[in-house]
């Protein structure tokens, strides 16, 4: 049924729009049959849906009558002949059915498009998060940023019984949690408010939170009351302050879950608030989800459970544990149980001194990775020069193709698989005196600065070629006396050399490499002579390699010319 009713708005609406016309209208339809009224609603004109709305919330009880009042005053549902459509045909169902598609069809990950999920909670994460926190013991829950109501959805289906509370900012999903809730016949309140302007305190059994990552921070948070950890300190991002909120809303034999982009896990910038939730004992685990499991992003991701009196912290590597359907990955939440209660390979418990030995870092990567001995280490700053690359300004030079401008510039897009095409780099004109100290060389060593993934190339065979790194790339330049440019790269594109690059990044959802942490970084300085036998291996092994790759090109042309050689055009 519900393919039909998007094919009735699809040429008009968003998926996003979609639901929420269908679940609006549908909800006015179960108001409807619980009352025994039958086709009472007209929604060709917004001034007869007003009134026929008005007449069925005084019909029924209160709690029902104000969100009606909401829909109307909310303009969600666009009346016309579309809303009329939908209404003729959710009419016709019955009163169960059109509970069960508002409540939960419409929402669930399989009749979703990845659009729509965006404003959504993850069905799975939140199906894993009641599983192994929510129990008989639970009377008091809510959702910091409760989206449409899919964990508060989930936690009455799981416990009719259970009290839960929602905050939501945007008032359409407010709405659609209410409408879901209401027809559960669920205990609940949902407020329409910013998160971070609430003053909470400490009386919720379970706290949830699935905030937006990486937004910029506008204004000092509202301090909670009798506070586990302070907002007023927190600048810049707003993550650790919404992670804040959920840590000082549980009870005392609470629990908080958060959701939480990895870059703040291990980033600098946020080491001062990791070091207080552990020099607290307020962090209970870390469950390293699944890239990709989180509708509308591919972003790596992790679950923080934070709880009072903790002296050793659990981890947990699920980040391998999902499905993969033909949209996208599904989190395997059976997968994350089973490694939680089998204490596998996955699991693994640690006391707060090995997170204070690390930095306190939160990644749970890290803990599972051997420990990383760096012979004869020395920090990159003492053997090679490093700077960011030019800041290329398109309104006041124009990028031009390949050859036509003095200087070819190098972004971040031209590096594949460690190889740079620099037939294909495109081109600017510039005063010299602006460039001349961004000009690479060879040897030179280019690393993304900026940017979802991690890239590295070396500069080699340029010949008279001038290039200019973006600002998008970190520019490493070896002394040559002390460094062999091929050795360093070598060492920085091997799985440790990858492993310390990540642990220089900042940011959360677009990571950062600071020059500053980058120059600290420690790397194994060996004699000349051996740098020079590893710099000779990888250039014999990178021209066959290159003979390899000249060769399957020539095989894969004669392939796509044996029916027009042998038999004709």
């Not at 009713?5 to 996003?16: D, G, M, T």
């Not at 005084?58 to 459509?85: H, T």
């Not at 200019?468 to 040559?480: K, T």
Request: aromatic share 8%; glycine share 4%; charged share 25%.
């Amino acid at each position: 049924m519900q393919q039909e009713l998007f094919k009735l708005l699809k040429s008009k609406y968003s998926e996003e729009q979609a639901i929420e016309q269908i679940a609006s209208i549908g909800y006015l339809a179960t108001l409807e049959k619980r009352l025994k009224i039958n086709h009472s609603l007209d929604f060709y004109t917004r001034e007869k849906f007003n009134e026929k709305a008005l007449e069925l919330s005084r019909k029924v009880e209160s709690s029902f009558s104000e969100i009606i009042k909401d829909i109307i005053v909310s303009g969600i549902i666009d009346c016309g002949i579309e809303a009329q459509a939908v209404y003729s045909r959710l009419i016709k169902m019955s009163y169960s059915d059109l509970v069960k598609l508002i409540t939960e069809k419409l929402f669930i990950p399989e009749e979703m498009s990845l659009r729509v999920s965006d404003s959504l909670s993850s069905y799975d994460v939140s199906k894993l998060t009641l599983s192994l926190f929510e129990d008989s013991s639970t009377k008091t829950i809510i959702d910091l940023c409760s989206g449409a109501g899919n964990f508060l959805v989930q936690a009455v289906k799981e416990n009719s019984l259970v009290n839960v509370r929602g905050i939501e900012l945007r008032n359409r999903s407010a709405i659609l949690s209410k409408i879901r809730l209401s027809l559960l016949d669920a205990n609940f309140m949902v407020s329409e408010s910013n998160v971070l302007n609430c003053s909470m305190k400490r009386e919720f059994d379970l706290v949830f939170s699935n905030y937006p990552w990486n937004m910029k921070l506008v204004h000092t948070p509202e301090e909670d009351q009798n506070p586990r950890m302070s907002t007023t300190d927190i600048k810049m991002k707003s993550d650790w302050a919404f992670v804040a909120k959920a840590i000082n809303s549980f009870s005392a034999k609470g629990k908080a879950v958060v959701l939480i982009s990895d870059g703040c896990l291990f980033n600098k910038v946020d080491e001062k608030y990791r070091k207080e939730i552990i020099n607290k004992g307020l962090l209970e685990m870390v469950i390293a989800l699944p890239s990709g499991t989180m509708p509308g992003t591919n972003v790596s991701y992790s679950m923080l459970v934070f709880s009072e009196n903790n002296t050793t912290i659990k981890l947990i590597d699920a980040s391998d544990s999902y499905r993969k359907n033909i949209r996208q990955k599904r989190l395997d939440v059976e997968a994350v149980l089973n490694i939680v209660s089998n204490k596998d390979k996955n699991y693994k418990e640690i006391s707060t001194k090995d997170i204070i030995e690390e930095d306190y870092c939160l990644d749970v990567g890290r803990y599972f990775q051997k420990k990383i001995i760096i012979p004869n280490p020395i920090k990159l700053r003492e053997v090679a020069s490093v700077f960011r690359g030019y800041s290329f300004n398109t309104k006041l030079n124009e990028e031009l193709g390949p050859g036509q401008g003095e200087y070819a510039i190098l972004k971040l897009s031209d590096i594949e698989d460690g190889e740079i095409n620099y037939d294909n780099l495109n081109s600017f004109n510039e005063e010299l005196s602006k460039v001349e100290r961004f000009l690479l060389k060879e040897g030179d060593i280019v690393l993304t600065s900026r940017g979802p993934t991690l890239k590295i190339a070396i500069i080699k065979d340029i010949t008279d070629l001038k290039i200019v790194a973006s600002a998008s790339l970190m520019v490493i330049r070896p002394i040559s006396e002390k460094m062999n440019p091929y050795y360093l790269y070598l060492f920085l594109t091997s799985d440790i050399g990858n492993v310390l690059i990540k642990r220089t990044q900042t940011g959360g959802i677009i990571m950062v490499i600071s020059k500053s942490t980058l120059c600290d970084m420690e790397v194994p300085l060996i004699d000349c002579e051996t740098q020079e036998v590893v710099a000779n291996r990888y250039k014999i092994l990178f021209q066959k390699l290159d003979e390899a790759k000249r060769q399957v090109k020539i095989l894969q042309s004669k392939i796509s010319d044996i029916y027009s050689d042998l038999v004709g055009e």
